[in-house]
């Protein structure tokens, strides 16, 4: 929520200042007013007509007196606008509520509301309010909506004060404004037995040395406390002090989504881009893999990831994992295209981490960055690759047989060196490739299970 108040301060200024302002603030009612009134003067002193006159100087001096009466009412008003939700997804609807409350102890006379909002979220709001009582308060609210992600501020809201003859208007600003993020379009996967689990933590987990601080499987030094049955006997011989064990703990199953954002790599451009795919196929996955528990980061070819995240990622399935989630999905909304031309960096970073799933959603692949992503495989626990080549996107599979050869023989190399590649057609399922994943996953297992037998 944020507020701002239209005080005291905004409305003593200068006499010269004021004049220039009121005069500045005449509608084209007053405009007009003041134009005839002038003519009509100059006629009556060329025709000698005193009554001319006196009607003359009446329409020129009405709009000078509303202009200086209501430059010189001094309302003091607190807006604050709030956001129901503050995230949403793209095509989504939000909306903005406004309250206006008078802590002046005049009424004040009628009020044009209007809020600054961005082209892409829809016209521009605006509302009328009558004479609002001293200590009262007045409630609005509108509808945003946007197809396309991003971070988008909203306000500062204006007031704008006319006179009840519509002779002048002045503009008042507040200093506040909100900013609404509208994030990539989650959608929801099946859940599928994936490679790269652990053992140990229920069905899928295995069991680690624990970091630094925890209990592992090298023997240490006895501590006031510890049970007397971890006593490691042949290490308590060797050191010549009490020993004990430690114990085994459990590791958390981690997940490292892969984003491909080279510009060159996407053609398109849109809400219905393959490049918008991507971005929402990786926000799917993320939110996912966290509400299965898994350890989650989030990397970009750049070798960058979400700020704030830690070595393994964010640890699901725990009172954090929403915070992690947001976090991501913020990261998601503002990220673009990079100027990079390989996959390199993102290479190095998976070189030297741990094993895991990875699952990557690549753009256009040549053949030196198809060789660069297959030896991303060597030390994942399991791979899945997402390939969207952008010509099938911008035109139709027949009419580019050239392009779909390439796109093939790309993915046979990501096949070769153990990757699950599946292409993405124009308007794919993130769900129903999910599903077709976990299917060849589990084929070429068993394949490989029947080979060796």
Known sequence: ????????????????????????????????????????????????????????????????????????????????????????????????????????????????????????????????????????????SYRVRSDLRGRYPLGPLQLRLTDPFGMCELTRSFSTYDTLTVIPRVEPLPPVRLSGEAKGYGEGRQRSL??????????????????????????????????VRREEQPQRSRCTVLLDTRGLAFQSAGPDS???????????????????????????????????????????ANQESADAAGMMMDTLAVIDHSDGTGLSRAYDVLRSGTEGLLVAFFGDLDEEQAAVAAKMRQRSGGAVAFVLDSDTWVREPSDVPGPLDRSEERLRMLREAGWTALSVPRGASLSDLWRQADRERTGVAVAGRGDGS
């Open 210 to 243: 624990a970091l630094a601080g925890e209990d592992d499987l090298i023997p240490r030094g006895y501590r006031y406390g510890d049970d007397l049955r971890r006593v490691h006997w042949r290490s308590t011989a060797r050191y010549g002090e009490l020993m």
């Open 1 to 140: 929520m944020t507020t701002g108040g239209l005080g005291r301060a905004e409305a003593d200024r200068g006499d010269k200042g004021g004049v220039r302002t009121a005069l500045a603030g005449l509608t084209t009612r007053g405009r007009s007013f003041f134009a005839a009134g002038i003519a009509a003067a100059i006629c009556a002193y060329v025709l000698g007509q005193s009554d001319l006159l006196r009607v003359g100087l009446l329409l020129a001096v009405l709009p000078l007196i509303c202009a200086t009466v209501l430059y010189r009412t001094r309302y003091r008003v607190a807006g604050s606008r709030r956001l129901s939700p503050a995230r949403v997804p793209a095509g989504s609807e939000a909306r903005v509520h406004l309250r206006m409350d008078n802590v002046s102890r005049l009424p004040t006379g009628l009020l044009m509301l209007q809020d600054r909002v961005p082209y892409v979220l829809g016209p521009r709001p605006r509302f009328v309010l009558d004479r609002v009582e001293p200590g009262g308060r007045r409630e609005v």
């Open 274 to 316: 393959a490049f918008e795919w991507a971005v929402a196929g990786a926000a799917s996955v993320l939110v996912h893999m966290l509400e299965r528990g898994f350890s989650v980061r989030l990397l970009t070819d750049t070798g960058n990831s979400v700020p704030g995240e830690g070595a393994d990622g964010f640890a699901g």
